[in-house]
Structure formats: C-alpha cells, structure tokens
C-alpha cells in the first residue's frame, strides 16, 4: 500500500489526467489524496449555487476516489502568480510532511494556465529528496486544454516517457468526468468525451495497449 498524492490547480484536472490512473490505485489498495490549489468565490463573480456545486463536485469525486483527505489552499482561480509562491511553497510542505506521499502527481510546468505553472513549481519546491525522503516517484500529467495548447518550445514541451494502462477504467474515468457538466463540451471542444478517448487511444496506441494515460518523470528513486 502506497501514499498517493494529486495535485489540481482547479477540480477537474485530476480527471482529465490522472483519473484513471488513480482509479487504478484505488484498485490497488494505495491511499489517495488530493490537493487543490484554487478556489472559487463570490467577490469573482461566481454565483453562490456554482459555488455550492463546485463543492459537491468536488465531495463526489473524492467519495468515487474513496480520498483519504482533501486539502485547499483556497487561493481565488485565476490569481495564482509568482509572489504567491511564498505562501504556497510552506502550505504545500506541511501537507506533503504529514501525509508523506511515495508518488506524486502534479500538473505539466508549461501548461497554457498560468495557475498551473505556478502549482507546478510551488510543488517542486517541495520534492527534495534530503527533506522529503519518502518521496519516490515525481510525475507531471498532461491537462486536455491546457498542455497541448502551451507554446511548444523544445525546453518546455510534455515529453511523455511513463505510461500507464487504464483500459479497464477508461468507461469509469468518463462518467467521473460527467460530473464536472459544466467543464465539458461538445466536440471539437478540447474537454468533450470524444477527446478524452481519444487521448487515451492515441496514447495506448503508443505503447501497446487499448488506452492509456501519459505522464512526464521528473524523478524515480528506487529505494
């Protein structure tokens, strides 16, 4: 049994890149938790009924994931810049240090979204191996439009090199994927079903099996 962490900048990217790779780990007894850096809130002119369901969005996905503990930062969407570093880098530190992950799931650094560039490196900052020694595996995931529409400059390009299997969990990953309704779309809408599969045949195909998911390694220590 292995502590898995997932980081999301906004509910939703979990799904789109990681769903059914935990899905996968659920099934394998591994402990699963989740953290979302951003929140939505009244004074960005969200509703008080969208924020009501983002919430229970985000309460049925961590139940569907059986989630150990769901941690927010709650920083307001769309907000997220290089000062907030500071604050985020010790809030993400104290989290990794009580829930000590092995693996780590977080978004790819050049994704479009500036929110997830910034997640990305708040999270690196909190993977050095001499303060936490439990982790052992770092993975950024790809997020169906964000990565593929960042610029793609040779130094920052998703190069996937792990992939995982999940073709026994592509059906249950989509119907996780329905119950952010209002993120999706229909196609040719980045995030509409149709491209999910998509994604996740091509990706199979890459490696051999009927769908996949893919992931950047940053660091694999075998231990």
Not at 97 to 108: A, K, S, T
Not at 153 to 168: A, C, G, M, R
Request: net charge neutral; aromatic share 10%; with cysteine.
């Amino acid at each position: 049994m292995r502590n898995i962490v997932v980081i999301s900048a906004h509910p939703d990217d979990e799904i789109l890149g990681v769903g059914g790779t935990l899905l996968k780990h659920k099934k394998n007894g591994d402990k699963i938790y989740w953290l979302i850096t951003t929140n939505i809130f009244e004074n960005q002119g969200f509703s008080k009924e969208r924020i009501s369901s983002r919430q229970k969005e985000i309460k049925k996905i961590s139940e569907a994931l059986s989630v150990e503990k769901v941690f927010m930062l709650n920083y307001p969407t769309m907000s997220l810049s290089t000062s907030t570093l500071i604050e985020m880098v010790p809030k993400i530190s104290k989290i990794f240090i009580e829930i000590e992950p092995e693996i780590v799931y977080c978004l790819n650094r050049s994704d479009a979204h500036s929110d997830h560039r910034i997640t990305f490196d708040a999270v690196m900052a909190c993977t050095k191996s001499f303060r936490y020694p439990f982790i052992k595996q770092v993975l950024m995931y790809e997020c169906i439009s964000e990565t593929e529409f960042a610029p793609q400059l040779p130094e920052k390009v998703f190069t996937p090199n792990y992939f995982v299997d999940i073709s026994s969990f592509l059906e249950e990953k989509t119907n996780l994927m329905k119950i952010y309704e209002s993120e999706l779309g229909k196609h040719p809408f980045p995030r509409s079903l149709k491209n999910i599969e998509a994604l996740a045949t091509f990706r199979g195909a890459s490696v051999g099996v009927e769908y996949a998911e893919a992931f950047q390694l940053i660091k694999y220590i075998d231990k």
